[in-house]
């Protein structure tokens, strides 16, 4: 019996790492909710809502049960076991205050504005890239595009 040659080990190695045979995790998908109202009428459906509206990149319109109206970013949130535990942080729109929103307090939220950086991921970026590149654009730079 005989030892694998340096150039058989190395073949072996190399079949290991083939990128046909390696295993793919699937991407993120990312479901749209720009102008999506949802239906909170449940403690599940209104945590639900509020954690896509936190994964969200645009504004968020949140009435509370008050009948008062805040529209903004939610840049925080906290779940706790019950909803009166649970809170949103939000930087509403016309102001730079920073609000602290109950869950129990939350009467209906809707997904009101825009998502600035729907269709400007990375893969987007590469694809215009190169698309301009191809196209003969001599003036290309690596500067990212503005959100707005």
Same mark, same amino acid.
């Given at each position: 019996?005989?030892? !694998?040659? @340096? #150039?058989?080990? @190395?073949?072996?190695?190399?079949?290991?790492?083939?990128?046909?045979?390696?295993?793919?995790?699937?991407?993120? &998908? @990312?479901? $749209?909710?720009?102008?999506?109202? !949802?239906? &909170?009428?449940?403690?599940?459906?209104?945590? =639900?809502?509020?954690?896509?509206?936190?994964?969200?990149?645009?504004?968020?319109?949140?009435?509370?049960?008050?009948? $008062?109206?805040?529209?903004?970013?939610?840049?925080?949130?906290?779940?706790? #076991?019950?909803? +009166?535990?649970?809170? &949103?942080?939000?930087? !509403?729109?016309? $102001?730079?205050?920073?609000?602290?929103?109950?869950?129990? +307090?939350?009467?209906?939220?809707?997904?009101?504005?825009?998502? !600035? #950086?729907?269709?400007?991921?990375? +893969?987007?970026?590469?694809?215009?890239?190169? =698309?301009?590149?191809?196209?003969?654009?001599?003036?290309?730079?690596?500067?990212? =595009?503005?959100?707005?």
């Amino acid at each position: 019996m005989s030892a !694998p040659t @340096h #150039a058989e080990r @190395h073949a072996t190695a190399n079949a290991a790492l083939d990128p046909e045979k390696l295993e793919v995790a699937p991407g993120t &998908v @990312h479901e $749209s909710v720009e102008g999506w109202v !949802p239906d &909170v009428a449940t403690e599940s459906e209104l945590r =639900e809502a509020l954690e896509k509206a936190f994964d969200f990149r645009g504004d968020v319109a949140i009435t509370k049960k008050d009948g $008062s109206k805040i529209e903004g970013y939610i840049f925080d949130r906290v779940t706790g #076991a019950t909803l +009166e535990s649970s809170f &949103v942080r939000v930087l !509403p729109r016309d $102001s730079n205050q920073r609000v602290k929103i109950s869950y129990a +307090e939350i009467a209906a939220l809707a997904f009101s504005g825009r998502d !600035p #950086a729907a269709g400007k991921s990375w +893969e987007a970026w590469v694809r215009k890239y190169w =698309e301009k590149k191809s196209s003969g654009e001599g003036n290309l730079t690596i500067q990212p =595009e503005s959100l707005e």
